[in-house]
């Protein structure tokens, strides 16, 4: 928590991004970007924040969750991020319980608790979710993967996020800060 490139992002008025870990840890990144804005007299703009997330949607839940644990966005946590995050000792990051043990922190576990991945209604309903936990937030950015053995089921899901998700949370809206001298 209190993340330094965020305060600096906030103080030179930079574009804050936060990585994919777990909606209760990020919620923390937005007091660092305030923090830093401060100290130049900026106001920040969660408008600006852009969170990065694993999305996958598909036609329904079962088969997101298929498509994602089960091929390459899982590969690449399996294969990858959870060993370097294990190697820092960072996989707290990704848990929503401090108590769970590093063993419980699977690309399923991901699924479920901080990747956006279902049917278009699930994936509405998580963007939401996140979008509350962390206090609003400006841009979604989508974790790209290469699905070069199945290119139509990124397709596919990329067409669903855009037609069928996106109308739907446009909604969302955050609010802007008040100035820092107040």
Known sequence: KGSDTLKLAGEKGYLPMSL???????????????????????????????????????????????????????????????PLLAQFGFLEYLKVDPNAADSDVTPEYCAKHNWIVGSPRTVVEKIEKIYDEVGGFGQLLVFGFDYLENPKAWRHSLELLSKEVLPKVQHLKPKMAKLAAE
């Open 20 to 82: 994919n870990l777990n909606p209760a840890y990020v919620s923390s990144h937005w007091e660092s970007v305030e923090i830093g804005a401060a100290k130049s007299g900026r106001t920040p703009d969660r408008g600006q924040w852009r969170m990065v997330r694993e999305v996958f949607v598909a036609d329904t839940d079962e088969e997101a969750m298929k498509l994602s644990v089960g091929s390459h966005m899982g590969r690449m946590m399996r294969e990858y991020f959870l």
